[in-house]
């Protein structure tokens, strides 16, 4: 999750006024209630909290919480990882600040994250391969693209004679792109293109 530093600055300065405690294990302490916040599970998996401050709540996910509290601020645009892949492990031990790229690519060496999801899958198309369509040329009758996530982009590889070239044009695309961790038209390695047992 990227920092919101509009609602990180009302946040640290709640943790500064000792309104709220925070331990190291990622427990949250209200000090006007004496009691402990009770954490809940967002959508994504993440546990969070509502913190108050006259009337204005702030819903803030735990981990950047506990960040913040003994770190300080999360510089512009970049993330809190979970070192052990365990999203609810909210021990300071276990976080760090990484890029976003760095973030996704921890989460799908982790397990976190399916590789299918960095791409469309979709051979519906008259083609029959992924990433090929037709076109209206009658020379070059065939394109290859690709697309990239996130954020969502296609990349233009061009015009092919036979939607097999284009196939194989796009195969090498991703295998440039996405390594090992890709859909392919021809999983075989046929025609050039590199494979895991090659």
């Avoid at 300065?13 to 405690?21: H, K, N």
């Avoid at 065939?142 to 233009?156: F, H, L």
């Avoid at 194989?168 to 991703?174: C, G, L, P, Q, Y």
């Amino acid at each position: 999750m990227r920092s919101n530093l509009k609602n990180e600055t009302a946040i640290l300065s709640l943790l500064g006024q000792g309104i709220y405690s925070v331990t190291r294990e990622g427990r949250v302490f209200s000090k006007r209630t004496f009691r402990e916040l009770s954490q809940m599970n967002n959508p994504g998996g993440y546990k969070n909290v509502v913190l108050c401050e006259y009337g204005k709540r702030y819903r803030v996910l735990v981990h950047r919480l506990v960040w913040l509290a003994f770190n300080g601020p999360i510089a512009p645009g970049m993330e809190i990882n979970h070192l052990n892949g365990q999203k609810t492990d909210n021990r300071l031990e276990n976080l760090a600040v990484v890029t976003p790229a760095e973030n996704t690519t921890h989460a799908r060496n982790t397990g976190l994250r399916k590789p299918e999801r960095l791409f469309r899958k979709r051979v519906n198309n008259t083609s029959g391969f992924i990433g090929v369509a037709r076109t209206r040329s009658r020379k070059t009758p065939w394109s290859a693209r690709i697309t990239v996530a996130p954020p969502e982009r296609s990349i233009w590889l061009g015009q092919y004679t036979t939607a097999e070239q284009a196939a194989m044009v796009r195969d090498a695309a991703a295998m440039m792109l996405f390594g090992d961790q890709t859909a392919l038209n021809f999983p075989w390695g046929k025609c050039g293109v590199p494979t895991k047992d090659e």
